[in-house]
Nanobody, 123 residues
Framework: QVQLVESGGGLVQAGGSLRLSCAVS????????MGWFRQAPGKEREFVSA????????YYADSVKGRFTISRDNAKSTMYLQMNSLKPEDTAVYYC????????????????WGQGTQVTVSS
């Protein structure tokens, strides 16, 4: 079984920054493409960013492009999401995902999920 644990969420003012982390255990981290998703209250879960197995390809939702940066450190079995210039609409629970089949750029898929970390951006 693969376990994913998110951390780094918190409360920040608009324009501020946060760095989220997703620590993975239970399997070889480098076998999985990884991704970040988020879900705001009353809304569907949506794609935020994804990265391939060796970190050479990255993908971003249009809403975060230019502000967020995804990365991974396979030696530490950890994925990161650097979030800059945060906006109130970024407020959501952020989830990390590990996918053994595809780079996870869509919500539906056969993959592992973390429990989420809350990000709140005040105006």
């Amino acid at each position: 079984q693969v376990q994913l644990v998110e951390s780094g969420g918190g409360l920040v003012q608009a324009g501020g920054s946060l760095r989220l982390s997703c620590a993975v255990s239970g399997r070889t981290f480098s076998l999985y493409a990884m991704g970040w998703f988020r879900q705001a209250p009353g809304k569907e879960r949506e794609f935020v960013s994804a990265i391939n197995r060796n970190g050479t390809r990255t993908y971003y939702a249009d809403s975060v492009k230019g502000r967020f940066t995804i990365s991974r450190d396979n030696a530490k079995s950890t994925m990161y999401l650097q979030m800059n210039s945060l906006k109130p609409e970024d407020t959501a629970v952020y989830y990390c995902a590990a996918d053994p089949n595809i780079v996870p750029t869509v919500v539906a898929g056969r993959r592992y999920w973390g429990q989420g970390t809350q990000v709140t951006v005040s105006s």
